[in-house]
Nanobody
Framework: QVQLVESGGGLVQAGGSLRLSCAASGRTFSSNAMGWFRQAPGKERQFVAAIRWSGGNTYYADSVKSRFTISRDNAKNTVYLQMNSLKPEDTAVYYC??????????????????WGQGTQVTVSS
């Protein structure tokens, strides 16, 4: 079993920054990829960013490219999402996810076996 715990959400003004963290733990943690998704009220969960654990390849949704950066700390089993130039439309609950097996498309929710509980990000205008 893998546990994912997100932190770092909060309320920020438009143009501000936040950094989300996702700490992974479990008896044996082995992940092929880690991803961030978000879900706004009344909307489907959408892909934000992902990173391959080995090799470090990164993937971004067009809406966050050049504003968000995903990174990882292998030693700490932790993934980060640095969010800059935040906009009101970034408001959502942000979820961390872990893919324990290789899946061709890391932007799909189907790639992920484990999910965190979510952290709220609210951007005021």
């Amino acid at each position: 079993q893998v546990q994912l715990v997100e932190s770092g959400g909060g309320l920020v003004q438009a143009g501000g920054s936040l950094r989300l963290s996702c700490a992974a733990s479990g008896r044996t943690f082995s992940s092929n990829a880690m991803g961030w998704f978000r879900q706004a009220p009344g909307k489907e969960r959408q892909f934000v960013a992902a990173i391959r654990w080995s090799g470090g390849n990164t993937y971004y949704a067009d809406s966050v490219k050049s504003r968000f950066t995903i990174s990882r700390d292998n030693a700490k089993n932790t993934v980060y999402l640095q969010m800059n130039s935040l906009k009101p439309e970034d408001t959502a609950v942000y979820y961390c996810a872990a893919a324990t097996y290789y899946y061709l498309d890391p932007t799909s929710t189907r790639a992920y076996d484990y999910w965190g509980q979510g952290t709220q990000v609210t951007v005021s205008s």
